[in-house]
């Protein structure tokens, strides 16, 4: 922990910005509700910045308020009775930026249709590269919890894949 | 799990998963929303203050005006009992003459 570490609201937002909404928006699904999830976030951040310690604390507090904020405005909309996956659906990937690989993009809207319990460790394993254990951390569950959320999105994801994707899928 | 290497679909869904830019105007909310926060924030340290002060003041006055209440009631108190005394005083002064009348009468009898 480095005491000499001084934390730049501004510099933070910047460098982290694109981690921030990209968690939010393939949590939530709408594009809206992802960018108000992000300012929340970030003024959290700026209430809570004294606690920060290190450049890999603000990642990790980052990280796991804006997992945390997410559920939340999922849960404020299921509340409401609009559950946006129903709307997004078939269209989700259409509606990204363009991809690399159309294939990605297409696994990409069908990871919506996914419980979002599994969602969010399938996220953080494979937008943010993080081990099972980080995930935990990351969700506050237990590693059991994550490892059984991870195998059984991956197992769901590759079985939608089958059916949905076949021109793109070969013997997965 | 996890740790193990990826295969194909796993890659793929990587690939598929990059970051996303963030809208070009994220950062420029944030910032305005922090700086209404932080005016709000400031404005109601001055109401607090100002509010403060004006207790202070109040608590101030009103303790001020019943001290001298009570000053003056006290005053007028005093003033009173020096009027009760002033006439005992009187009274007993009267008596004792009349007495004396009394006695040189009795005496010239």
Known sequence: ?172 | MGLEPMDDFERELQQGMLRLPAPPYLKRKVMARKQARDGEKQHRRVVFWQRLAASVALCGAVGGGVMWHNVREQRKGEAAREQVMMALRIASHALNQMNAQLEEHDDGK
């Open chain 1, 1 to 172: 922990m480095s005491r000499d570490w001084q934390p730049d609201f501004e510099k933070l937002v910047d460098e982290h910005q694109s981690m921030v909404f990209s968690l939010a928006f393939r949590m939530t699904g709408d594009r809206g509700l992802a960018e108000e999830v992000a300012q929340d976030v970030f003024l959290e951040l700026d209430r809570n910045l004294g606690k920060i310690e290190s450049p890999e604390h603000a990642l990790n507090w980052l990280r796991r308020v804006v997992m945390n904020r997410s559920a939340d405005a999922l849960r404020r909309q299921r509340v409401r009775g609009m559950d946006l996956w129903v709307e997004m659906d078939e269209n989700h990937g259409a509606k990204l930026e363009p991809r690399s690989s159309p294939l990605g993009a297409r696994l990409e809207g069908l990871l919506a249709t996914l419980p979002s319990a599994q969602r969010a460790a399938l996220v953080l394993r494979y937008q943010e590269g993080l081990t099972p254990d980080e995930i935990a951390a990351a969700l506050e569950s237990p590693l059991a919890t994550v490892k059984s959320n991870l195998q059984r999105g991956l197992k769901l994801l590759r079985a939608k894949a089958v059916s949905h994707l076949k021109e793109y899928i070969r013997g997965t």
